[in-house]
T-cell receptor, first 112, second 114 residues
Framework: GENVEQHPSTLSVQEGDSAVIKCTYSDSASNYFPWYKQELGKRPQLIIDIRSNVGEKKDQRIAVTLNKTAKHFSLHITETQPEDSAVYFCAAQTGGSYIPTFGRGTSLIVHP | EPEVTQTPSHQVTQMGQEVILRCVPISNHLYFYWYRQILGQKVEFLVSFYNNEISEKSEIFDDQFSVERPDGSNFTLKIRSTKLEDSAMYFC????????????FGSGTRLTVV
């Protein structure tokens, strides 16, 4: 089955800096890659996603890139703010199963 | 914004007891899921449900687990005889359709087995 690795497990930045979270996947058939943000004690919420026919997608301060050849995808947050502090999960999903496999999560801490 | 509602938010139960976790998915959603998250670990898939039957389940979802949609709104997860290792946050999720679309997760039920 699919295996998703996510790095780093913890990321600490100063407000205004950029943050990058990286994920790799194993199943070349995976074609959908959502990212979820989970604030402390709250539910995971979809913040951005990318499909395999696209190399990059941007939504305001958040962008996601996908390299299908290397089987890795990344989340980029620019101009970080304290409210960006949360655990971020990447996921990979194949067309056959439609069940995402999640990474272990990255705890992002933005210091004011 | 429509929400997936889960009750209770926290449940403490004795080992060996049965628990039922409840979820009310978004009304026009057709696909329902249960996930669990052991403290500090990744979100793990348990089961998906569509058209009143299980469509997919993981190795975690053994005979101790069952799901049901008893009426038009509720979606439940039952654990027949809880074990200490069942302690986790259980998330319900729903989606309008299957395929490459994100989920809407509920706020979770924290299950503590003592």
């Amino acid at each position: 089955g699919e295996n998703v690795e996510q790095h780093p497990s913890t990321l600490s930045v100063q407000e205004g800096d950029s943050a990058v979270i990286k994920c790799t996947y194993s199943d070349s058939a995976s074609n959908y890659f959502p990212w979820y943000k989970q604030e402390l004690g709250k539910r995971p919420q979809l913040i951005i996603d990318i499909r395999s026919n696209v190399g990059e997608k941007k939504d305001q301060r958040i962008a996601v890139t996908l390299n299908k050849t290397a089987k890795h995808f990344s989340l980029h947050i620019t101009e970080t703010q304290p409210e960006d502090s949360a655990v971020y999960f990447c996921a990979a999903q194949t067309g056959g199963s439609y069940i995402p496999t999640f990474g272990r999560g990255t705890s992002l801490i933005v210091h004011p | 914004e429509p929400e997936v509602t889960q009750t209770p938010s926290h449940q403490v139960t004795q080992m060996g007891q049965e628990v039922i976790l409840r979820c009310v998915p978004i009304s026009n959603h057709l696909y329902f899921y249960w996930y669990r998250q052991i403290l500090g670990q990744k979100v793990e898939f348990l089961v998906s449900f569509y058209n009143n039957e299980i469509s997919e389940k993981s190795e975690i979802f053994d005979d101790q687990f069952s799901v049901e949609r008893p009426d038009g709104s509720n979606f439940t997860l039952k654990i027949r005889s809880t074990k200490l290792e069942d302690s986790a946050m259980y998330f319900c999720a729903s989606s309008t359709k299957t395929g490459n679309y994100g989920y809407t997760f509920g706020s979770g039920t924290r299950l503590t087995v003592v």
